[in-house]
């Protein structure tokens, strides 16, 4: 078992670029969480997938930020005209998804984004 | 609102030490609440995890009380070593209808030899 795979490691982009950031969740596993972490904030949700459908994004920021799960097998975190402040270690974890948000999450080791 | 607070940024301890961190919680109602470590270049990985009130979770030597007269949930460790030494988090998950877990901020442990 390869855990939660996130890809890339590190991506650097410039101001107003676009950023999409890969997560392919451990096999069996139906929920899939995206978080961000900062110094600052420590770990904050952003949004859930369970069976691929999205459940609660209640911590996506409403502009710029979007996310997907085409498959099963992976989720996308896009984030459109990046900005400094967008700058973050973004971690996907799973979850086996039978009892929501109090089973163990599984996380992968996260995109560090730089925007310069 | 539903909060973690964790007041200890940061943390330096000696090897043998007695560690210990302080979570508390705010939410209504009793939360199960969890403590996961993250060493460095990982991704946070689960400590422990408690469901019941009053309840002890330990793992790996960590232990943390599940208080809900204080509502806190503060790991501990009776002597520490410098394999410990990562960041540590305490989260929740809100009852009723938490989806997810909310994190704390994260407190620092270094373990000096």
């Known amino acids: 078992n390869a855990g939660v795979i996130q890809t890339p490691r590190h991506k650097v982009t410039g101001k107003g670029q676009e950023a999409t950031l890969w997560c392919e969740p451990i096999s069996g596993h139906s929920a899939v969480f995206w978080y961000r972490q900062t110094i600052v904030q420590g770990l904050e949700f952003l949004t859930y997938f369970r069976n691929q459908a999205p459940i609660d994004d209640s911590g996506m920021p409403k502009e710029r930020f979007s996310a997907q799960m085409p498959n099963q097998s992976h989720s996308t975190l896009k984030i459109q005209s990046t900005q400094p402040q967008d700058s973050a270690v973004y971690l996907c974890?799973?979850?086996?998804?039978?009892?929501?948000?109090?089973?163990?999450?599984?996380f992968g080791s996260g995109t560090r984004l730089t925007v310069l | 609102g539903d909060s973690v607070i964790q007041m200890q940024g940061q943390v330096t301890l000696s090897e043998n030490d007695f560690l210990f961190i302080n979570c508390t919680y705010s939410t209504t109602g009793y939360p199960t609440l969890f403590w996961y470590v993250q060493y460095s270049g990982e991704g946070p990985q689960l400590l422990l995890q408690v469901t019941t009130a009053n309840n002890k979770g330990s793992s790996r030597g960590f232990e943390a009380t599940y208080d809900k007269g204080t509502t806190s949930f503060h790991l501990q460790k009776t002597s520490v070593q410098e394999i410990d030494s990562a960041v540590y988090y305490c989260?929740?998950?809100?009852?009723?209808?938490?989806?997810?877990?909310?994190f704390g901020t994260g407190t620092k442990l270094q373990v000096v030899p």
């Open positions: 989260a929740m998950r809100e009852p009723n209808s938490g989806t997810y877990q909310r």
């Open positions: 974890a799973s979850s086996l998804g039978h009892w929501g948000g109090s089973e163990t999450l599984y």
